[in-house]
């Protein structure tokens, strides 16, 4: 299975509408993609960033895995996980290509980005999301 097709159609359709996109179409959207990347994946939460460069943490409230990619138009801005174990630090291409991982368990930043513009979307399960009742309509 091709992975990278969903998150390339995304990326042109969020350059094609720009600010004027329909946040419905939006959410109907990311939920086709992640149903084809991981038809199994349990989320309560999605988040778009643009142009992040996060500083090391972990995330708060989370429940899981979660997955993430990156699309736009950028170079540098990869994502750095500590397997906290072996000590190791394994950096990853996130333009295009899905990752799933813990974040709430581990040790993850972005490094510089060095040009374009970058988003970053990712499916996740967060506490506080259920707590509040605010489950995504799926």
């Known amino acids: 299975l ?8 995304f990326y042109s359709y969020i350059r094609s509408k720009g ?10 959207r990311l ?3 992640i149903k084809i990347v991981n038809p199994d994946f349990d989320y309560n939460g999605i988040t778009i960033n643009k142009n992040c460069e996060a ?10 895995n979660g997955i993430i990619v990156g699309v736009g138009d950028y170079t540098g801005g990869d994502l750095c996980v500590l397997d906290e174990e072996s000590k190791t630090i394994y950096v990853n291409d996130l333009k295009y290509n ?8 581990h040790l993850h930043w972005n490094t510089p980005i060095l040009s374009g513009t970058k988003y970053t979307i990712i499916w996740f399960n967060n506490q506080i999301c259920n707590k ?3 489950f995504l309509n799926k």
Not at 2 to 9: A, G
Not at 55 to 64: A, L, Q, V
Request: no cysteine; proline share 10%; hydrophobic share 20%.
């Open 98 to 105: 899905f990752l799933e991982f813990n974040g709430g368990k």
């Open 132 to 134: 509040s009742n605010l």
């Open 19 to 28: 600010p004027s996109y329909n946040p419905r179409e939006l959410y109907n």
């Open 31 to 33: 939920k086709e993609i």
């Open 2 to 9: 091709d992975r990278h097709w969903p998150s390339e159609q």
């Open 55 to 64: 500083k090391p943490h972990k995330d708060g409230n989370n429940m899981g």
